[in-house]
C-alpha cells in the first residue's frame, strides 16, 4: 500500500480549479426529496472486522450508494416540467448507469448508457432490464466517455456525467450533493470517528463525504482517500500540485478504475482529505472473503476502503468509519 499525506490539507489546491466549485454541504435538500421515495430508506450501519462499516449494498433496491446520484438530479429536473422525450447519456462503469435508467425510466425520459469492453456483461444485463439503451464503446472509461460525449454533442441529449471537468460543473454538483444523503446518515448512526477511509473512482462519493463529515465532525476525524494503484487520479493529483491524467493498467476494481478525477471532487478533497493511500489488486481482494463470512459480501471496488483500513497500522482505540459502496 503507497501512502501520501496531503500538503493541501484545509486550503485545497488553487493552481487551475478557483473557478471550480467546492462539493454541496446541504444534504437537507436531497434527504427533503428522497422522503417523497417509496423505496427509499437508510441503510444500516454495522459493526464488523473491528470496523463501522456502513452498508450501501440495499440502497434502493439497486445495489449501491450510486442510486442517490443521477436519479436525484433526474427527480429535480423532473420537478421543473416534463421529461418526456428527454434522453440522458452518460457513461459509467455500471453503478452510475443503474442510477441514471431508474430515475429516467421512473420519470418518463430515456437514459442511453455507454460502457467499456472490460464492464461486466451483467452490468449491461440489468440496465437493459430498467429500460435503458447499452452502447459498448471502448476498452476503458475514458473511451465510453468519449462515445457518450459526442452522442450528447451529435443529438443533442443531456449528458448526465458523475464527473465533471471544466465548464462542466451544474449537474455534477448537484449529483454529488445526492450523495450527502448518506453521508448524513453516517453522522446520525455513529459518534464521530477517528479514522474514515473512503474509496475514489473520480471522487464523487469521497469528495461528497469528506466535505459534510469535515462541516458537522470538524478537523478531528483523519480522512483517507482510496484507490487503486493502476487508477491514482487524486493521489497523482494531489502529489503534483494541480489536476494531472493518471496511466494505469486496468484495475478488477472497475467502478474505481478512473483515470481522471473529477474536478469538483479534487477541490474538496485536495481541501479536506489529511492522505491518500493506493492498494494493489491483492490488497483489494483479500478483504473480501472476510467480508463474505461476516455476510457482507461485495466487489474489490465495493470493499477497497475496509481494505486499506484494515492494512493501516491504526491505534487500539481507534473509532473507523468506512463504507461497504455495492454488492458482489
Same mark, same amino acid.
Given at each position: 500500500?503507497?501512502?501520501?499525506? /496531503?500538503?493541501?490539507?484545509?486550503?485545497?489546491?488553487?493552481?487551475?480549479?478557483?473557478?471550480?466549485?467546492?462539493?454541496?454541504? /446541504?444534504?437537507?435538500?436531497?434527504?427533503?426529496?428522497?422522503?417523497?421515495?417509496?423505496?427509499?430508506?437508510?441503510?444500516?450501519?454495522?459493526?464488523?472486522?473491528?470496523?463501522?462499516?456502513?452498508?450501501?449494498?440495499?440502497?434502493?433496491?439497486?445495489?449501491? *450508494?450510486?442510486?442517490?446520484?443521477? &436519479?436525484?438530479?433526474?427527480?429535480?429536473?423532473?420537478?421543473?416540467?416534463?421529461?418526456?422525450?428527454?434522453?440522458?447519456?452518460?457513461?459509467?462503469?455500471?453503478?452510475?448507469?443503474?442510477?441514471? &435508467?431508474?430515475?429516467?425510466?421512473?420519470?418518463?425520459?430515456?437514459?442511453?448508457?455507454?460502457?467499456?469492453?472490460?464492464?461486466?456483461?451483467?452490468?449491461?444485463?440489468?440496465?437493459?432490464?430498467?429500460?435503458?439503451?447499452?452502447?459498448?464503446?471502448?476498452?476503458?472509461?475514458?473511451?465510453?466517455?468519449?462515445?457518450?460525449?459526442?452522442?450528447?454533442?451529435?443529438?443533442?441529449?443531456?449528458?448526465?456525467?458523475?464527473?465533471?471537468?471544466?465548464?462542466?460543473?451544474?449537474?455534477?454538483?448537484?449529483?454529488?450533493?445526492?450523495?450527502?444523503?448518506?453521508?448524513?446518515?453516517?453522522?446520525?448512526?455513529?459518534?464521530?470517528?477517528?479514522?474514515? *477511509?473512503?474509496?475514489?473512482?473520480?471522487?464523487? +462519493?469521497?469528495?461528497?463525504?469528506?466535505?459534510?463529515?469535515?462541516?458537522?465532525?470538524? /478537523?478531528?476525524?483523519?480522512?483517507?482517500?482510496?484507490?487503486?494503484?493502476?487508477?491514482?487520479?487524486?493521489?497523482?493529483?494531489?502529489?503534483?500540485?494541480?489536476?494531472?491524467?493518471?496511466?494505469?493498467?486496468?484495475?478488477?476494481?472497475?467502478? +474505481?478504475?478512473?483515470?481522471?478525477?473529477?474536478?469538483?471532487?479534487?477541490?474538496?478533497?485536495?481541501?479536506?482529505?489529511?492522505?491518500?493511500?493506493?492498494?494493489?489488486?491483492?490488497?483489494?481482494?483479500?478483504?473480501?472473503?472476510? +467480508?463474505?463470512?461476516?455476510?457482507?459480501?461485495?466487489?474489490?471496488?465495493?470493499?477497497?476502503?475496509?481494505?486499506?483500513?484494515?492494512?493501516?497500522?491504526?491505534? /487500539?482505540?481507534?473509532?473507523?468509519?468506512?463504507?461497504?459502496?455495492?454488492?458482489?
Amino acid at each position: 500500500m503507497q501512502f501520501l499525506e /496531503n500538503p493541501y490539507r484545509g486550503q485545497g489546491i488553487d493552481v487551475g480549479l478557483r473557478s471550480v466549485p467546492s462539493p454541496s454541504i /446541504n444534504s437537507n435538500a436531497p434527504r427533503a426529496l428522497l422522503e417523497r421515495c417509496p423505496v427509499h430508506h437508510a441503510t444500516p450501519m454495522v459493526r464488523a472486522l473491528g470496523l463501522h462499516i456502513k452498508d450501501e449494498r440495499g440502497r434502493m433496491g439497486l445495489g449501491s *450508494f450510486k442510486a442517490l446520484g443521477a &436519479a436525484y438530479v433526474i427527480a429535480n429536473e423532473a420537478q421543473q416540467g416534463s421529461l418526456d422525450g428527454r434522453v440522458y447519456v452518460t457513461a459509467s462503469a455500471g453503478n452510475h448507469g443503474m442510477s441514471v &435508467a431508474a430515475g429516467a425510466k421512473v420519470f418518463g425520459a430515456k437514459a442511453v448508457i455507454y460502457l467499456a469492453k472490460t464492464v461486466p456483461s451483467e452490468f449491461a444485463d440489468r440496465l437493459r432490464d430498467k429500460g435503458a439503451d447499452v452502447v459498448i464503446e471502448g476498452d476503458d472509461y475514458e473511451a465510453s466517455m468519449a462515445g457518450a460525449l459526442k452522442a450528447a454533442k451529435d443529438k443533442d441529449w443531456t449528458l448526465l456525467s458523475d464527473s465533471s471537468w471544466d465548464d462542466y460543473f451544474d449537474l455534477p454538483h448537484r449529483l454529488m450533493e445526492g450523495y450527502l444523503a448518506m453521508a448524513a446518515e453516517c453522522t446520525e448512526q455513529i459518534e464521530q470517528p477517528t479514522h474514515i *477511509f473512503l474509496q475514489a473512482g473520480v471522487g464523487g +462519493l469521497a469528495g461528497a463525504c469528506a466535505a459534510l463529515f469535515r462541516d458537522i465532525w470538524g /478537523n478531528g476525524p483523519k480522512i483517507t482517500v482510496v484507490e487503486p494503484e493502476f487508477a491514482p487520479a487524486i493521489f497523482d493529483s494531489i502529489k503534483a500540485g494541480a489536476f494531472v491524467s493518471s496511466t494505469g493498467a486496468v484495475s478488477d476494481m472497475g467502478r +474505481l478504475d478512473c483515470k481522471e478525477a473529477s474536478l469538483i471532487a479534487l477541490k474538496g478533497l485536495s481541501r479536506d482529505a489529511d492522505a491518500c493511500v493506493l492498494i494493489s489488486e491483492t490488497e483489494a481482494a483479500d478483504v473480501l472473503p472476510k +467480508l463474505a463470512e461476516q455476510g457482507l459480501a461485495s466487489s474489490t471496488s465495493g470493499a477497497a476502503g475496509i481494505a486499506a483500513a484494515l492494512l493501516s497500522d491504526l491505534p /487500539n482505540d481507534a473509532k473507523v468509519l468506512c463504507i461497504l459502496s455495492e454488492g458482489a
